[in-house]
């Protein structure tokens, strides 16, 4: 069974940065692609950034310029750099990784931007 856990969340400022890293327990070469989603109270869950094994990132308008995702092949680790954060970016934060048909989902990490 595919597990991916993610960590780095958090309470952070207005303008502030934090760094989400999702490890994956086997190879990430074995997945098809992976992504960041997040999910804020009320909202449906909405893609962040989809991460392709080759190729480029794609993120979401809201994002973009704000958030870099990258992988590290050798740690089978996903991250999530998020800087210049707005309270509209507090959400639940998922990893998620695509096999085929089936997806597998990260437990998610709170991210909370509040002064």
């Known amino acids: 069974q595919v597990q991916l856990v993610e960590s780095g969340g958090g309470l952070v400022q207005p303008g502030g940065s934090l760094r989400l890293s999702c490890a994956a327990s086997?190879?990430?070469?074995?997945?098809?692609?992976m992504g960041w989603y997040r999910q804020a109270p009320g909202k449906q869950r909405e893609l962040v950034a989809s991460?392709?094994?080759?190729?480029?990132?794609v993120y979401a308008d809201s994002v973009e310029g704000r958030f870099t995702a990258s992988r590290d092949n050798t740690k089978n680790t996903l991250y999530l750099q998020m800087n210049s954060l707005s309270p509209e970016d507090t959400a639940v934060y998922y990893c998620?990784?695509?096999?085929?048909?089936?997806?597998?989902w990260g437990q998610g990490t709170q991210v909370t931007v509040s002064s």
């Open positions: 086997e190879s990430i070469f074995s997945f098809n692609a």
């Open positions: 991460v392709p094994p080759y190729g480029s990132r």
């Open positions: 998620s990784a695509n096999r085929g048909t089936t997806i597998y």
